[in-house]
């Protein structure tokens, strides 16, 4: 099993970068204080609900913020827009009103309101059918992303809870197979090997450690301890 400190979600950026700026205030030890609790104590998970409730309060949720949805209304000017289609009907309706009102002020206006009908009909049915489609993508999605996930709450006692009810200091239990649920960093002294092809499109497994426990974060240099939302842990130590 593999302990790593839940941290926040969190664009992915160059390692590099990060361990310099993790390294520059001080090391994983650091950081783990900044996240409201110490070494010792992360060993042990967050001690309370109300610890919990408090750093959900301080940090916020571990969810992503929701990107804005088209309303029916501006699925419907797209539509007109940019259907070719339509655009050549509404072209249609205006000559046919044009002409026939012209020709025949008593009749002539039905052929170009029965195309105006239609094109209202077609941008109706485009927006509802692109609305109800996105609603339906946003809910699986969702479904999808909050997975269960084990932590360390309450003296070291394993608890199952949903990736959007973790918080920062919280301690997430990985078994080879589980898939991060947040951005991530490894405790001093653990390692393993991600897959990060979901991120990256690299297929090798990537070694990842955050040291000895030194406040630097790792021995040689090579410390990575960065374990990213959405890779997968294929084995660990």
Known sequence: Q???????????????????????????????????TTVEAAAQGLPSSGAVAL???????????????????????????????????????????????WENPQTGWIEGTAINLAVLIVGAVTATNETQSAEQFEALDSEEKDILVKVLRGGNAKTEVRSSAL????????????KAPADCLLL????????????????????????GGGGGGGGGGEADPFLFAGSTVSSCA
């Open 2 to 36: 593999l302990r790593s400190l839940c941290t926040s979600c969190q664009e992915v950026e160059e390692n590099a970068g990060r361990l310099a700026d993790m390294n520059g205030v001080g090391g994983v030890i650091s950081l783990v204080r900044g996240a409201g």
């Open 167 to 178: 918080v920062v200091g919280d301690v997430v239990v990985l078994e080879p197979g589980d």
């Open 188 to 211: 001093p002294g653990e390692r393993a090997e991600v897959d990060e092809a979901a991120l990256t499109g690299e297929t090798k497994a990537i070694r990842k450690s955050s040291g």
């Open 55 to 101: 750093q959900r309060s301080a940090f916020g949720a571990n969810v992503l913020p929701e990107t804005p949805r088209s309303t029916w209304t501006e699925e419907f000017i797209k539509c007109l827009k940019e259907d070719e289609i339509v655009q050549v009907l509404c072209v249609s309706a205006v000559v046919s009103l044009a002409i026939g009102t």
